[in-house]
């Protein structure tokens, strides 16, 4: 089975950097993405890690590490307009499904 | 880029009657689809893969009679919620695989039984 783990929620200042951990157990792991979600709209594509690294996509960064099970989306020169919930998904190829895990309310003060 | 339409964005319906959510690819061949259900502060559940001219699969605890999905062509997936119940009021939105990573979502459609 899928096994992925974020915190509830967390809370920053606006010019800031958060860093949202996400850790995971999958029998077929092939690729870790984060997306972002503001209330009831869709889910919008932020990064995608396959291989061990950091990625990096303007204020956007994202980690992994296959061997620990973890990564981690790094928001730099936060704005408010980054107050959404941002969910990691794995995507499991052996059963050809993706898994979201629970999601991580971010709220950024002024 | 690889968009997907999702109708209708919100429905409400009788407590007892059948919704139909419809979700096309419209300008790539999406031969899995994927429905997810939506609660409000929660995550995307995984309720089914919809794979093209097969039976879709279903996530444990999903009953198939109640959610029957159809994927006739490579355009086209349904959801369709049989005999609705306030409590299958949720969020659904489906997605497609595009190549080999890339994955989009439609819209989302809010269902309401009352």
């Known amino acids: 089975g899928q096994n992925i783990d974020q915190p509830t929620e967390m809370t920053a200042t606006e010019g800031a950097i958060v860093q949202i951990n996400c850790t995971y157990q999958?029998?077929?792991?092939?690729?870790l993405f984060w997306y972002q979600q503001h209330a009831g709209e869709a889910p919008t594509f932020l990064s995608y890690?396959?291989?061990?690294g950091l990625e990096e996509k303007g204020r956007f960064s994202s980690f992994l590490s296959r061997s620990k099970g973890y990564s981690y989306l790094l928001l730099k020169e936060l704005q408010m307009k980054d107050s959404a919930s941002y969910l990691c998904?794995?995507?499991?190829?052996?059963?050809?499904?993706?898994?979201f895990g629970s999601g991580t309310k971010l709220n950024v003060k002024p | 880029g690889a968009v997907v339409s999702q109708h209708p964005s919100r429905v409400i319906c009788k407590s007892g009657t059948s919704v139909k959510i419809e979700c096309r690819s419209l300008d790539f061949q999406a031969t899995t689809m994927f429905w997810y259900r939506q609660f409000p502060k929660q995550s995307l559940m995984l309720m089914a893969t919809?794979?093209?001219?097969?039976?879709?699969?279903?996530e444990q605890g999903v009953e198939k009679d109640k959610f029957l999905i159809n994927h006739a062509s490579l355009t086209l997936s349904t959801l369709t919620v049989t005999s609705a119940h306030p409590e299958d009021s949720s969020f659904y939105i489906c997605?497609?695989?595009?190549?080999?990573?890339?994955?989009?979502f439609g819209s989302g459609t809010r269902l309401t039984v009352v």
């Open positions: 919809s794979n093209e001219g097969s039976k879709a699969t279903y």
């Open positions: 999958t029998s077929g792991f092939n690729g």
């Open positions: 890690n396959v291989l061990d």
């Open positions: 998904a794995v995507r499991d190829l052996s059963l050809n499904k993706f898994y």
């Open positions: 997605s497609a695989a595009v190549g080999y990573y890339g994955y989009t």
